[in-house]
């Protein structure tokens, strides 16, 4: 990969691409420490720690370490990406469910700019309503000292505070998607998954900070973090590696296809295969599972807390630490794993594509028992990626549970995001470079 990065920055046009990029990214950064008004910072941070948003414990950790680390100080980009991924999921899943959206879909570039500016649209309508959610919940909280995280709280300065509040988050929410279609035109990658990858990696210094302090912990005599500090970087390392052989790994269907005269020109004849990638479903059966499962802990974040009964059992139960959340947040995964291949891939049209050019699977007859064949092999290659993500997703709720180094563990969602982005991006540059160093056939 740094070779990669080192010979695209020898051609001057990917070197400007990979600068645009960078200002892109430092502008998002700057825009992170920006808060918003009518706050008092010190009671916003004296809430945050008392929520555990910075230690990653809580629900709200997770849109915090997506924004990275702006949700915690309600700057003008604390909703992060997090809307646009919102909206462009929602609108993936009603260009399936609805006819009129999958013709737009269909009709090519343009039917694509259509569904591109509705899904701007509703990115903020969600920015708008998420920002709302989030000025309800710092006008309702107040620290265990009894100050107020907003400022104005009575008459006509509290419709007007709340007014701007709320503006300022639905604006950093356009601007973030306006970054990220920036970097898509002018710079290199994909912008939402660049600006993502950026949030999460501003988080890094807190975590080796943490790291850092358990060591310390080993010094002054707790001798077990003298194991589990190292045994988690060892861990680190081999997830790590483990997401990038999986993010490569496909099934290839091998694939004839029959030789045909055209006037006096021969097609065909030749022998290929259909790459079907393992990790089908990417991250998004991880965000889908999650997002569910923080429903309980995000009523309980902005509302009234119980402190017994049958609902303080059930939020309690509903927690990232309990065995009733583990269980419940794998089958999840696994569900929305076959939901989104469902979605994605149709057998009965793929074997109607193959079918039509003349192509067959060795030993498969064309037609019906094509799209068996090819049902049969996603739903095998499904099970699988499904499997590695419940690993990748679990095992740093395990890790901490069994090692009481909660404060550490890296959500599997945050390492995929990282390791898929920096692949992805080291793919683009390569192709890239492949493009401009392409003499053709007349050189």
Same mark, same amino acid.
């Given at each position: ?261 055209? @006037?006096?020109?021969?097609? /065909? &004849?030749? *022998? ?5 990638? $393992? #990790? !089908? ?124 180094? @909660?404060?550490?563990?890296? /959500? &599997?969602? *945050? ?5 898929? $982005? #920096? !692949? ?20």
């Amino acid at each position: 990969m740094f070779k990669t990065i080192r010979n695209a920055w020898s051609i001057p046009d990917l070197r400007r691409k990979i600068l645009f990029t960078i200002l892109i990214i430092v502008f998002f950064r700057i825009g992170s420490v920006i808060p918003v008004p009518f706050l008092d910072m010190s009671a916003l941070n004296n809430l945050m720690t008392e929520n555990e948003v910075n230690s990653g414990t809580s629900a709200l950790a997770y849109l915090n370490t997506l924004s990275g680390g702006a949700f915690s100080n309600a700057t003008i980009f604390a909703m992060g990406v997090t809307p646009y991924i919102n909206s462009s999921i929602i609108m993936q899943l009603l260009t399936v469910a609805i006819p009129p959206l999958e013709r737009m879909a269909k009709e090519g570039e343009a039917g694509r700019k259509k569904i591109a500016t509705i899904t701007r649209y509703v990115t903020v309508g969600l920015g708008l309503i998420q920002g709302f959610a989030y000025w309800w919940f710092l006008n309702a909280s107040t620290d265990k000292s009894g100050n107020h995280i907003t400022i104005y709280r009575e008459g006509a300065g509290l419709w007007f505070s709340a007014i701007v509040i709320i503006l300022a988050f639905t604006a950093g929410t356009a601007i973030m998607m306006w970054f990220g279609e920036q970097i898509n035109e002018h710079g290199i990658g994909n912008g939402i998954s660049i600006l993502l990858f950026a949030g999460i990696v501003a988080r890094l210094p807190f975590t080796l900070y943490l790291l850092k302090s358990y060591w310390e912990y080993a010094l002054q005599g707790n001798t077990q973090y003298f194991i589990l500090v190292p045994m988690w970087i060892v861990i680190f390392l081999v997830v790590i590696w483990v997401i990038t052989f999986m993010q490569d790994s496909e099934r290839r269907i091998p694939i004839q296809y029959a030789k045909r005269v055209v @006037g006096r020109k021969m097609y /065909g &004849g030749q *022998s290929t295969h259909l790459p079907i990638k $393992v #990790a !089908l479903g990417g991250v998004l059966p991880i965000i889908f599972a999650s997002s569910i499962l923080s429903i309980p802990s995000t009523i309980q974040a902005f509302g009234v807390k119980p402190t017994g009964g049958f609902w303080a059992g059930f939020f309690d139960a509903f927690k990232t630490d309990g065995w009733l959340y583990i269980g419940v947040y794998f089958l999840l995964i696994i569900m929305f794993g076959y939901f989104y291949t469902t979605i994605q891939y149709n057998p009965v049209e793929m074997a109607n594509n193959l079918k039509q050019n003349n192509g067959t699977i060795p030993g498969i007859r064309p037609g019906a028992p094509t799209a068996e064949f090819i049902k049969k092999i996603l739903s095998r290659i499904t099970l699988i990626g499904c499997l590695f993500l419940a690993f990748i997703a679990e095992f740093p709720l395990l890790y901490s549970k069994f090692t009481t180094m @909660g404060s550490l563990s890296m /959500g &599997g969602t *945050s390492i995929i995001i990282i390791v898929g $982005v #920096a !692949l992805e991006t080291a793919k683009q540059m390569e192709s890239q470079m492949m493009m401009r160093h392409y003499k053709g056939f007349l050189d």
